[in-house]
C-alpha cells in the first residue's frame, strides 16, 4: 500500500504564475482534504473533495481551486500566485462513512511551495 | 478563544522522561484526533478516538468526552520523539478538521 502520495515534493514560482498540485490518495480511500501550511503554522483547510465534487470549502479565496478525478485522484489549482501562497500543502484521505465527518485522515508528505 | 487549545505549546525534556501533552475543545465532536509533525516534514496520524483509551507502543492517549479534553502520554521518551504533536478535532457537522496549535517537544539525550 502506497499510503498517500503527492507531486512534486518542492516547487518554486514567482508571483503572478499558476500552479498545479497533485494528489493520490491512499488505497480504498474516497476523499481527500487539502491543507495549507505556512512556515511555523499548523495547517490550514482548503477543501474537500468527494465523489468527485468540492464539499466543504475553508476561508481560502476563488484563486485556490481544486478538481478530483473518477479514481478519486485530486489536484489543487492556484491562480495569480501571491508571496503569501508559499507553504507546505498537504494532502490527506479518507474514507467517507455514515459520519463523513468521523473519518480517520492520512496525510501524504506534502509540497512545499516557494513563491518569489 | 480557539477552539482546540492545546498545552504547553513548548515543552523540552530529557531522554526516559514521561510526557504528557493537554488538548481542550470547545465543540461538539465526533472524534479527536492526535497528529505528528517531523520540521519540514508531512503529518503522521498517531489516534483517532471518540472514547476511552488507546494504545500504541510507548504513545497513550485518552479522552474525557465530559470534561472535553485529552491526553497524549509517551512513556520513556527518546531523542526520535522530538516534533511538534497536534491535536485536531472532527466536528459534529463539519467535515474539516479543527486544529490546535501543536506542542513542539525537544527530548535531549
Known amino acids: 500500500d502506497a499510503g498517500v502520495t503527492q507531486s512534486p515534493t518542492h516547487l518554486i514560482k514567482t508571483r503572478g504564475q499558476q500552479v498545479t498540485l497533485r494528489c493520490s490518495p491512499k488505497?480504498?480511500?474516497?476523499?481527500v482534504s487539502w491543507y495549507q501550511q505556512a512556515l511555523g503554522q499548523g495547517p490550514q483547510f482548503i477543501f474537500q473533495?468527494?465523489?468527485?465534487?468540492?464539499?466543504q470549502r475553508g476561508n481560502f479565496p476563488d484563486r485556490f481551486s481544486g478538481h478530483q478525478f473518477p479514481n478519486y485522484s485530486s489536484e489543487l489549482n492556484v491562480n495569480a500566485l501571491l508571496l503569501g501562497d508559499s507553504a507546505l500543502y498537504l494532502c490527506?484521505?479518507?474514507?467517507?462513512?455514515?459520519?463523513?465527518?468521523?473519518?480517520?485522515?492520512?496525510f501524504g508528505p506534502g509540497t512545499r511551495l516557494t513563491v518569489l | 478563544k480557539n477552539e482546540v487549545e492545546q498545552s504547553p505549546q513548548n515543552l523540552t525534556a530529557q531522554e526516559g522522561e514521561f510526557i504528557t501533552i493537554n488538548c481542550s475543545y470547545s465543540?461538539?465532536?465526533?472524534?479527536l484526533h492526535w497528529l505528528q509533525q517531523h520540521p519540514g516534514g508531512g503529518i503522521v496520524s498517531l489516534f483517532m478516538?471518540?472514547?476511552?483509551?488507546k494504545k500504541h507502543g510507548r504513545l497513550i492517549a485518552t479522552i474525557n468526552i465530559q470534561e472535553k479534553h485529552s491526553s497524549l502520554h509517551i512513556t520513556a521518551s527518546h531523542p526520535r520523539d522530538s516534533a511538534v504533536y497536534i491535536c485536531?478535532?472532527?466536528?459534529?457537522?463539519?467535515?474539516?478538521?479543527?486544529w490546535g496549535a501543536g506542542t513542539k517537544l525537544i527530548i535531549k539525550p
Open positions: 490527506a484521505s479518507s474514507l467517507a462513512g455514515l459520519s463523513s465527518s468521523y473519518n480517520e485522515q492520512f
Open positions: 488505497s480504498g480511500h474516497d476523499t
Open positions: 473533495y468527494y465523489e468527485e465534487e468540492e464539499r
Open positions: 465543540v461538539g465532536i465526533s472524534a
Open positions: 478516538l471518540s472514547s476511552g483509551k
Open positions: 485536531a478535532v472532527s466536528g459534529d457537522s463539519n467535515y474539516q478538521l479543527i
